[in-house]
């Protein structure tokens, strides 16, 4: 008999090969900045523990090499991950000696790794299932409990970058809804004025081409030089229009960023907005004209409707968007978790950065999900029930 | 008469765009009042000229690089033998999306250093994506008579997709490739906060010196690179489309 082998199986046993046995689990540093010393698997965790990590990750990446059932390499992309999560933790409070509150153990390179391999795997699996929509926000939701039990239970508080955390705790959700408040208020307001703006521009020819082509210029200009052109004229409203300053409008700080993000989100609101609108089938039009549908009623019950779909992708671009974008804001006092990744650039504490960067990844990823769901459902339920 | 305005119009574009950066002291009256006592108006600490050239070759090498990558990986999942990484290649590439370029940025700075690798890696990573995803939409959707006829005629799986096509996708990769040099153009300003020597550069010094001229001609000089070079890339897009008798929207 021949053994056969998965093609992707064979890229995660390699990477899971070279994680486990040649890479550095942890890294232990006397303090924060100072660099630190590898420590593998065996010498990360207690005995025990070392060999049966190992033993989880070498048996999940066989049963990814072969050409397993689903279930099984659903188990072990599970098992592994989770062993991973919960052992990364106890490594921290292995290696750091008692009392010693200034020692900073880190994930290492071959922990990344060995995270990332059972990500593909798990992803893998996944999309081969093709999970309905609503199963994925299911899923997504899972892995937030998760995560939020592991870090609730604080059996993650030995690792450097909850040492972080816990230094700046109320600076960190105080920024947090900073970057929630920038990216979504942007969005909102983007909205409020995109989409009439894009049913202007399909409604009149004339229009549209001039719209478009202005938005489009305004996405060329770099996130960095538009968050710091907007100071000024900000600065001038602030000084000479009364109420202004009172309702927050100020030449550095939060409204340009907000500003900026609102320009940027435009663009994806409008053009498919105009997309939408202009792929609304003709025949769709002349039953609703033929039925004596007014403009007004034509636009909220057939067009819009139909069109729906294609905005919401808009919108999904623009979420994803601004969540990434918004961490630039720290630049010109803005605030959000950019604050955390330059403050580190700035001090080389790679610590910090993680603590900005992770939760600036995982928003923009579950938004992305849980807009992605919400787009099938909406095109599927068009499609399946055609009234 | 409206035929050649817009030409007209990137002309003027390009001739003030060449102007500015070689002697950018011929602009400093435009922008003095944009700076406050006595501050400096044109960017004095490096040569726009150079820092415009750096910026082009960061991004010209990542472009460079995301293409092979791309359209190799897009190559490969589209081949029978590797077939079975298309679903998984597309859920990557819609993951990939979500990282926000500055995070990429600021991760990559522990395993590479501060500079231009770091900046590098954050485009090429960008890059990759619009890329990646035209050239699989234009290599799924190629004509089935053609690749019958292709195949009919006797070519090897090399000659056709050497022969056919790739250069029946080449308008929607190039398609992709303009937007991803787009996109790199103004991630690469952001570089510079991991110390880059790009255009941003210029940007940064007067975000914190409170420098409004600086700001202004930092981003006025990516945003019309940025403006000519997606032009520029859509006419040989077009070109290329009109070659293959593909007609574009």
New interface residues.
Partial sequence: MTLRF???GVVIAAIVAYAAFLAPFATFRANRIVPGQARPILDALPPALGMLLLAIVVVGAIIALLRSPLIPRLAASVIALAALAMLIGTSGSFLTPAGNTFARVAPASGFWLLIFAFT?LL??V???LELAPWARVGVLAVAALAVGALLVSGSWDSLSILKEYASRADSFWAEGSKHITLALGSLAAAVVVGLPLGILCHRVDKLRAGVLNVLN?I????????F??L??PLGWLAVHVPGAAAIGIRGIGTAPAFVALFLYSLLPVVANTVVGLAGVPRAANDAARGMGMTDRQRLFDVEFPLAFPVILTGIRIVL?QN???A??AA??GGGGF?VF??Q??GQ?A?DL??L??LP??AL??A??IIL?AVIEMTSTKRRADPA | MKAWLPALLRLALLVLLVVFIASPALFEPLLKPLTENGAPAIYNQGSLLTLTLLHLRTVLIATVAATIVAVALAILVTRPAGAEFLPLSRSLVNIGQTFPPVAVLALAVPAVGFGEKPTLIALFLYGLLPIFENALTALTTLPGNVMEAARGAGMTGWQRLVKVELPLSAPVILGGIRLSVVISLATATIGSTVAAKTLGEVIIAGLISNNLAFVLQGGLIVAALAVLIYDGLSAIERYAARRMGREMQ
């Fill in positions: 998965d093609k992707l593909l992803a893998d996944l999309t081969r210029i996405q060329t200009i770099p996130s960095i030089a538009l710091g052109l100071i000024a994803v969540i990434g974008l961490t630039i630049l010109i950019g990744v330059f580190g650039v080389t790679m950065v993680l900005g960067a600036t990844v923009a990823f938004a992305a992605d």
